[in-house]
């Protein structure tokens, strides 16, 4: 007896969009099949979905739960995100475990765990954190955690702001660390900014009287993301089999560094977000405009059309994330010059349904495409590729059901994740009728089903070809 059955006419597969049902047993798809291959008495349940569109539930790769404020408050943690990611579509999240000294990266990845094991609504990983000065017993550690499916590691070019003190590496130890991961199957995740120039223009700034966050993309600037991506990317191209995986990437300039090393066959990804896509930095200057911040900072409407010509057509944007940290809107304000302002965002719950909406009905995007860019890249990039990302047999049962009859202007009071959001009043073509965890129904029109310990702790292995040659 199968668990569940999903039929709709519009399903996303890797082998194209089809007329297809969705045979479900013990958390895994173990049919993929032509309608009316199945009866209904056959399952437990069936879910007839035709006239929306069946997709792997989405993979969000970059997240901040439970994460520090420069008003010295924490965001929201896993058991807010993961349940707005949940009403989103969104069914698999990557947070970061960060090493502080002291700590060896497995007591660090086990700290982090805490704070999901039986708090977290949907499956989760991590990214291993490293900043500062790195010892090299710790970077000896890195063979460990990659072969105990954590082969993932996130390094910082920059302390971002003046008080975030011991954050940035040394490119000596940034070194150190590719070839590590070249050796053992890893990736390095990369905030990558110049750090003298940013605190170049903090000081400046200052000195000048224009420390107001209106100013941010000044200080994180276009440059500063050219010259940081071109450095570390080079870096990076002399260490055999080292790969890449640019953060938040928010500049066409960003972007065409990115193209040219991957024109050259080398294993870079990047990432943007979609703020970076859809805000510049004249939003600032609206009302409270701290709303729209995340770092480095968002730029310009010309920035915005090579991100979503990166995103659509040539793939030197491999995924479009969060950057999520998730606070309240009196935290998010409470901060207004340069150096203080809360950054982050509230989106992982609108995600998927934005990105439908400006990928396939503005820009005419396949269904294929957008799939690739909200779960199927992150999951081949990040390891979780063939068990997440995808629609077909051996997966996990993670799926989540686009209704288009749902479309809706966004409104905070219909969120689940804050009291604000950046998007209000945004009218998206789409929204999650249902997303299923692992064979469970976990949202059914807008009623959540799920379990603060139905979240799996999810291992990774990034496949071989990934770290050669890239997507």
């Not at 050219?226 to 953060?247: C, K, P, Q, T």
């Amino acid at each position: 007896m199968l668990d569940l059955i999903v039929r709709s006419d519009t399903v996303v597969t890797p082998r194209g969009v089809g007329d297809y049902e969705i045979a479900i047993q013990h958390e895994k798809i173990v049919a993929v099949a032509s309608r009316g291959t199945f009866r209904n008495d056959q399952a437990y349940s069936v879910v007839d979905a035709t006239g929306k569109i069946v997709i792997p539930g989405g993979i969000d790769p970059h997240i901040h739960c439970k994460w520090g404020t420069p008003v010295g408050t924490v965001s929201a943690g896993a058991d807010v995100v993961s349940r707005a990611a949940l009403y989103g579509g969104t069914t698999t999240i990557v947070d970061f475990a960060v090493w502080d000294d002291g700590l060896t990266l497995q007591e660090a990845i086990e700290r982090r765990d805490a704070d999901f094991r039986g708090r977290c609504f949907c499956d989760y990983a991590f990214h291993v954190t490293l900043h500062g000065d790195v010892p090299e017993k710790i970077i000896a550690q890195i063979p460990e955690i990659v072969g105990a499916g954590y082969p993932t590691i996130k390094m910082y070019t920059t302390d971002v702001r003046p008080a975030r003190k011991n954050w940035k590496m040394h490119f000596g130890d940034i070194w150190e660390v590719l070839q590590q991961l070249a050796k053992h199957g890893g990736l390095a995740c990369i905030h990558s900014e110049d750090d003298d120039l940013v605190m170049h223009m903090y000081e400046k700034l200052f000195a000048q009287g224009r420390a107001h966050f209106s100013n941010m993309a000044e200080v994180h600037s276009t440059l500063s993301e050219d010259l940081s991506f071109r450095r570390v990317i080079r870096l990076a191209e002399n260490v055999e089999g080292a790969a890449l995986y640019l953060m938040h990437v928010s500049a066409a300039a960003g972007v065409s560094a990115i193209a040219e090393s991957r024109a050259k066959g080398f294993p870079i990804y990047g990432e943007t977000l979609h703020q970076f896509a859809l805000f510049t930095s004249e939003d600032y200057k609206r009302p409270n405009g701290q709303v729209f911040h995340t770092y480095p900072s968002l730029k310009t409407a010309a920035d915005h059309v090579a991100l979503w010509e990166a995103v659509t057509k040539t793939g030197a944007i491999s995924t479009m994330s969060t950057d999520g940290v998730c606070t309240p809107y009196s935290v998010k304000i409470a901060r207004d010059q340069i150096d203080d302002t809360t950054g982050g965002n509230v989106g992982v719950e609108p995600r998927v349904s934005i990105v439908y909406t400006e990928m396939v009905t503005k820009r005419g995007c396949s269904l294929e495409r957008f799939v690739d860019v909200i779960a199927t890249n992150a999951a081949h990039i990040m390891g979780l590729y063939p068990r997440k990302g995808v629609i077909m047999v051996g997966s996990d049962a993670d799926l989540a059901i686009l209704d288009p009859q749902a479309s809706r202007k966004i409104a905070k009071e219909n969120l689940h994740e804050s009291d604000y959001t950046p998007w209000e009043g945004y009218e998206t073509a789409v929204w999650p009728s249902m997303t299923i965890l692992r064979g469970k129904k976990v949202v059914e029109n807008a009623t959540f089903l799920g379990s603060a310990d139905g979240g799996q702790s999810i291992a990774r292995k990034i496949a071989p070809e990934f770290l050669a040659k890239g997507l």
